[in-house]
């Protein structure tokens, strides 16, 4: 598997931190001395989808040339595809002409950028097609997450079983099981909090960290507690999406107003799936009003 070079890993804290969701750490923390040129890619690949990972799509297509290794060209798709709704077809034209070509469609980032384009398309067989062969860490919790979505917890499982066996102590192989403990549910929530919980002391605080805490204490029932870790993460970083989303539904199980964090949710991500869900059940609710009246 990718990564298990006998020389010390240069790039370990630097994975960790974007794992982690501390994107902006990350970016600032990349200055890495005596990096072989794989690895300089590699790096380059990290801080990019960081810059990704915080909205700043414009900046990675304009600084990704058309010189640059393969892997960061697919990461340049990756800004295409999230940048804009209009780009979207283009894109995955692009990157199922680069699948197709024998020199490059086995590069791991381009099917970890693919997979992650099809998983968002809802395509869950096109993203398993490109991915389900695994060969990296980065892929297989991919493959747990696609499995998650598609209800399979049972091949999510064997995903999981595939990264233990590498390495347990992983940081994606501990993600990963915390996401399948969140998805059986029952008593593994206790566990994926746990699990999230051991993350935020041994690590800075991140919005991702802090909302896979509310998460759980959402399932178990806990909104006093989520919704304290929310608002951190809301602290963090106002605009996040996710922080926005499950303060909404937060805010309906402790009986406060969720309108504001909404209405901060439909402006700055109009295409998320909570905005869409509440405008399709606002149609209705406007359909229902005309046809009483």
């Known amino acids: 598997m990718a990564g298990m070079g006998s020389g010390p890993d240069h790039l370990f804290n630097l994975r960790n931190t974007f794992y982690l969701g501390a994107y902006q750490t990350a970016i ?7 990096l072989s040129p794989e690895d300089a890619v590699e790096r ?10 915080l909205g700043s799509y414009q900046l990675v297509i304009s600084e990704i040339d058309e010189a640059a290794a393969t ?27 680069w699948l197709a070509d024998s020199t490059i469609g086995n590069n791991a980032i381009l099917r970890l950028i693919a997979g992650t384009v099809f998983m968002h398309e809802e395509d869950y067989n096109e993203a398993l097609k490109h991915t389900h062969a695994g060969g990296t860490m980065d892929l297989h919790a991919l493959n747990v997450q696609i499995f998650i ?19 347990e102590d992983h940081t994606l192989t501990q993600l990963a099981t915390a996401w399948l403990n969140l998805a059986v549910g029952g008593s593994k929530i206790q566990e994926a909090y746990l699990i999230f919980q051991d ?5 800075p ?5 802090l909302n896979s805490k509310s ?3 959402m399932q178990m029932g806990n909104f006093d507690e989520a919704e304290s870790l929310l608002l951190e993460a809301l602290n963090k970083d106002a605009k996040d999406p996710e922080t926005l989303a499950n303060l909404v539904v937060c805010s309906l199980h402790v009986g406060k107003s969720s309108s504001r964090y ?14 869409k869900r509440v405008s399709s059940a606002e149609d209705n609710f406007e359909r229902a009003l005309q046809s009483i009246a």
């Not at 993350?199 to 690590?203: A, D, G, H, L, N």
């Not at 605080?205 to 960290?209: D, E, F, G, P």
């Not at 909404?262 to 905005?275: A, G, N, T, Y």
């Open 28 to 34: 600032n923390n990349s200055e890495i001395p005596n």
């Open 44 to 53: 380059d690949c990290l801080v990019f989808r960081s810059y990704i990972a």
């Open 71 to 97: 892997p960061l060209q697919a990461v340049k798709l990756l800004a295409m595809y999230l940048s804009s709704p209009d780009n979207k077809e283009s894109t995955i034209s692009s990157l199922k002409e």
């Open 149 to 167: 979505k598609m209800h399979r917890s049972d091949y999510a499982e064997k995903q999981l079983r595939v990264m233990q066996q590498y390495d």
């Open 199 to 203: 993350f935020s002391e041994r690590y």
């Open 205 to 209: 605080m991140t919005c991702l960290v």
């Open 215 to 217: 998460v759980c204490c």
């Open 262 to 275: 909404l209405s901060q949710l439909k402006l700055s991500h109009p295409e998320h799936v909570l905005v």
